[in-house]
């Protein structure tokens, strides 16, 4: 399974510190820059990915998450390396682009036109997997996240409250929801 | 018993996230092709480009914008200034709290390229932010509060950090300060404002067009939110609106989520528009199920100390499902959730039929 990095890479840190040190001119700056970024998106990628897709549910918007993320990291990569915890600063970035995008998104499919066609249930799905994907899905998006945050990123309640721009009250009543609601969809499943 | 525990639900998501995944569709030199296209766009404000762009043509969020609104506030800024001079005025007091079914306050200028992209709005009786696509944010909160500069919430009382933080020129004659990534300022007596993610604050341009935005900030526009559905017999006696959550779409502020409840609970009932198929998510099957006016609703609930209960449609209503939460037992009997479905009125996906009065009376 992908480790589930929670911090910056001691490497890429000493880099980032040598790198400002340095004195480089302006272009070779930018080349470095560019360098240290590309290392570390591709390094973490995967779990960019992944992380993406358990927020979206599928794989196609998990792409489309993950590419935003990546671009206003790189427009942020100054701020981001003064982070104390650069996966932090990603986890933070790409969980905002995933709020955004929900709001956004249900607006615009309350005006679909009439040939919108549903989509079929996944309450037939016996794989477990399947049925964990179907009770996330289920869970409104900022319950979503949250309940990404704190069990698949291992986020404490202070930092999802952070990246969610919200008090950690709200984190703990929203992650009770969240479970009650997983609770309630799964529980046939795992008595079975 | 239910014997799903904290830790399972980390073994589930780490199964479900490791799943088999397909070619990926990310491209890094893409992201470097679009992140070196906005950091230009970035550098032509810190170098002060931003005062041709802001000359050349400027108002933004005309969706946003009454028509009732200032001619101040959309006004170009002069070419040859970035930050027009202020004349200071005697400010409207602020309200001691917003109404959540209006948006309170609004950015009344931008730079011409801010002027494409969405908009979200987050009201509350005590807070309202606005959020531009691109970061810009405007957080208002009433007279006697203070926008948290990290949080989405407000604090009682008066910005304190106004004694430590670095001052700011005053903003239409009133105080402002510095605080790390934005500017906070007084907008009225007593009632804070806060703008962060729109100029380079460690650069003077930045800076500049910060004190800019934040000078034709409007307040007390009312302008109304557009929602799906009205609540035709109110809520419960004590029982008020106390967040809403809008997107702007095609010049209108839709809400998309609504949530009421008593003071001292405030977010006991939450009513949101989704659009998830079949079992409304929730599975496998409900407690049990009520029709009103056609309507098929499913209740669920949870088994757990004060659990909330949760009704949804598992058909669309109007091609759209409505999923109504509640999350206090404690008070079904008072909300009679029956009742209220029974008084719910949809208004179907076209959004020029929507209501700007939610909840009656």
């Given amino acids: 399974m992908e480790p589930r990095p929670c911090s910056r890479s001691p490497r890429l840190a000493a880099r980032q510190g040598n790198l400002r040190s340095g004195g480089e001119r302006q272009v070779s700056m930018r080349a470095s820059r560019e360098a240290e970024y590309t290392e570390y998106v591709h390094a973490r990628l995967s779990w960019l990915r992944r992380t993406a897709y358990l927020l979206c549910q599928d794989w196609q918007g998990a792409d489309d998450l993950a590419q935003k993320t990546i671009t206003r990291l790189y427009t942020h990569w100054g701020r981001a390396g003064k982070a104390a915890s650069l996966d932090a600063y990603v986890r933070g970035i790409l969980v905002k682009a995933f709020l955004d995008e929900r709001r956004s998104a249900w607006a615009r499919r309350v005006t679909l036109p009439?040939?919108?066609?549903?989509?079929?249930?996944?309450?037939?799905?016996?794989?477990?997997?399947?049925?964990?994907?179907?009770?996330?899905?289920?869970?409104?998006?900022?319950?979503?996240?949250?309940?990404?945050?704190?069990?698949?990123?291992?986020?404490?309640?202070?930092?999802?409250?952070k990246i969610l721009g919200v008090t950690p009250g709200t984190v703990k009543s929203q992650t009770a929801k969240g479970l009650t609601a997983l609770r309630l969809a799964l529980a046939p499943v795992m008595e079975a | 018993m239910n014997p799903m525990n904290e830790d399972t639900v980390r073994t589930l998501l780490a199964d479900a996230a490791s799943a088999p995944e397909p070619p990926s569709r990310i491209s890094i030199e893409g992201a470097l092709k679009v992140g070196r296209r906005r950091q230009w766009a970035a550098r032509v404000i810190a170098s002060g480009g931003v005062a041709v762009l802001v000359a050349g043509g400027a108002l933004i969020l005309p969706h946003l914008r009454l028509a009732g609104a200032p001619d101040s506030a959309t006004r170009p800024a002069s070419g040859t200034r970035i930050v027009a001079p202020v004349k200071p005025a005697a400010p409207a007091p602020a309200p001691a709290q917003f109404n959540p079914l209006e948006l309170s306050a609004n950015f009344g200028w931008l730079p011409s390229f801010w002027n494409s992209g969405g908009a979200s709005v987050e009201e509350t009786p005590t807070f309202t932010v606005v959020n531009l696509t691109h970061g810009q944010t405007l957080k208002v909160s009433p007279r006697g509060w203070y926008p948290d500069p990290t949080l989405y919430s407000s604090t009682r009382g008066s910005f304190p950090r106004a004694a430590t933080d670095p001052k700011a020129p005053a903003v239409n004659g009133r105080p402002a300060y510095w605080d790390g990534n934005g500017l906070m300022w007084q907008y009225a007596p007593g009632a804070w404002a806060y703008l962060y993610g729109a100029g380079n604050v460690q650069?003077?341009?930045?800076?500049?067009?910060?004190?800019?935005?934040?000078?034709?900030?409007?307040?007390?526009?009312?302008?109304?939110?557009?929602?799906?559905?009205?609540?035709?017999?109110?809520?419960?006696?004590?029982?008020?609106?106390?967040?809403?959550?809008?997107?702007?779409?095609?010049?209108?502020?839709?809400?998309?989520?609504?949530?009421?409840?008593?003071?001292?609970?405030?977010?006991?009932?939450?009513?949101?528009?989704?659009?998830?198929?079949?079992?409304?998510?929730?599975?496998?099957?409900?407690?049990?199920?009520?029709?009103?006016?056609?309507?098929?609703?499913?209740?669920?609930?949870?088994?757990?100390?004060?659990?909330?209960?949760?009704?949804?449609?598992?058909?669309?209503?109007?091609?759209?499902?409505?999923?109504?939460?509640?999350?206090?037992?404690?008070?079904?009997?008072?909300?009679?959730?029956?009742?209220?479905?029974?008084?719910?009125?949809?208004?179907?996906?076209?959004?020029?039929?929507?209501?700007?009065?939610?909840?009656?009376?």
Avoid at chain 2, 209 to 226: R, T
Avoid at chain 2, 235 to 251: F, Y
Wanted: contains cysteine; negative net charge; proline residues 8%.
């Fill in chain 1, 114 to 161: 009439g040939d919108y066609a549903e989509r079929p249930a996944a309450g037939h799905d016996a794989d477990m997997r399947l049925d964990v994907r179907a009770a996330l899905r289920s869970l409104p998006p900022r319950q979503r996240a949250t309940v990404v945050l704190r069990y698949y990123c291992d986020c404490p309640v202070e930092e999802a409250a």
């Fill in chain 2, 203 to 361: 650069s003077t341009n930045g800076r500049a067009l910060d004190e800019e935005m934040a000078s034709k900030v409007v307040f007390g526009q009312h302008q109304p939110l557009y929602t799906p559905f009205k609540l035709t017999h109110g809520l419960p006696a004590g029982w008020q609106a106390t967040e809403t959550d809008s997107v702007l779409t095609n010049g209108r502020l839709l809400v998309w989520q609504l949530e009421a409840g008593p003071a001292a609970k405030p977010g006991v009932l939450t009513i949101s528009g989704d659009t998830h198929a079949g079992t409304c998510g929730v599975q496998p099957v409900p407690q049990s199920t009520l029709t009103v006016d056609g309507i098929l609703w499913a209740s669920y609930y949870s088994s757990g100390p004060g659990g909330d209960q949760a009704v949804c449609a598992p058909k669309s209503i109007d091609r759209e499902y409505m999923t109504m939460y509640y999350y206090w037992r404690g008070h079904a009997q008072a909300l009679n959730l029956a009742s209220l479905l029974r008084t719910t009125k949809f208004f179907g996906p076209d959004p020029s039929g929507w209501t700007t009065q939610p909840i009656a009376g």
